[in-house]
């Protein structure tokens, strides 16, 4: 099983740690990676702590000392970083059947560790938030993620009103930005090799006043710095590609919980939907059948 991150340790003991810790989680995570790598009197002085807090937190998180956390930002700040070139590798001569069973298993850990790493507290703040018919949600992704904005925004249309989704386009997400205000929820997905894009309309859409809800992997986008709420999914795979199918289970479940949470208004939506789709597909059936009877 892939080793956690540093910061996914963090998060998963978040609620055990005293106020001064807190601070320290805060510090870190706003600037993962980077701020991890200072010294113990930078990070002490950074967060308003004492030196001794910090040795504490380090400790707790089940490092030997400072210097071994270090160690391990470093090597995520590589993985990070690293390409699909990177990470071909050699081909393989093993039956494809193997591989099959191969890529299903570490497919299945992975979403197994996306669903066991959600915090209970940010989940809920994610609910509420996108279950509050009186906001606007945005969805937002990058070159790749932005199937899963999609898909998000596709299904929460169907659920609840006021969804739109942000798209690739930079005119249209200038356009979309003039209306983002307090009551504008932004869920944003962002992955290693992280969208300078999605990174500034984050940025820009946390200043107008919205709330920002953010999916990302363990190794935290530079996003997480305007984020109210985080959630990871694991991305690793054998394969060139990094793994979206975590998040794509994860979407999927947080669709359904949300179902059940909006209850009756989601379900007198979807009948009207369903209603809407019955007359939409016969008009295209009746036009279909007069150009077929034309000689």
């Known amino acids: 099983m892939t080793q956690s991150t540093v910061a996914e340790v963090i998060r998963a003991q978040v609620d055990s740690l005293t106020k001064s810790e807190r601070k320290v989680a805060k510090l870190l995570l706003e600037d993962y990676p980077v701020s991890g790598l200072a010294g113990i009197p930078a990070i002490a002085e950074a967060a308003g702590v004492s030196a001794p807090t910090i040795v504490r937190f380090v400790t707790k998180l089940g490092f030997r000392n400072i210097a071994e956390m270090r160690e391990q930002l470093q090597n995520e700040i590589s993985i990070r970083l690293a390409s699909p070139l990177e990470r071909l590798g050699p081909g393989d001569d093993h039956a494809p059947i193997t591989l099959l069973g191969s890529s299903e298993a570490e497919l299945l850990d992975a979403v197994t560790r996306s669903f066991v790493s959600v915090n209970p507290n940010e989940l809920e703040q994610f609910l509420q938030h996108l279950c509050d018919l009186d906001r606007e949600i945005i969805p937002i992704g990058g070159r790749i993620s932005h199937v899963l904005a999609q898909h998000l925004s596709w299904s929460l249309q169907v659920l609840r009103p006021r969804v739109r989704v942000a798209r690739s386009s930079p005119g249209e997400r200038i356009n979309l930005l003039l209306d983002v205000d307090h009551r504008s929820v932004v869920v944003a997905f962002d992955y290693r090799r992280y969208s300078p894009d999605t990174i500034r309309f984050v940025e820009v859409a946390k200043a107008e006043g919205a ?61 009207k939907y369903e209603k809407l789709t019955v007359r939409i597909l016969e008009n295209d059936r009746n036009i279909i059948g007069s150009y077929r009877g034309q000689g």
């Open 211 to 271: 709330t920002v809800l953010l999916v990302t992997d363990p190794y935290l986008s530079p996003a997480a710095k305007n984020a109210d709420v985080v959630l990871t999914s694991a991305i690793s795979s054998s394969g060139v590609f990094d793994a979206l199918t975590p998040s794509f289970a994860l979407v999927e479940a947080l669709l359904s919980l949300i179902a059940k949470r909006l209850g009756g208004p989601a379900t007198d939506r979807v009948a």
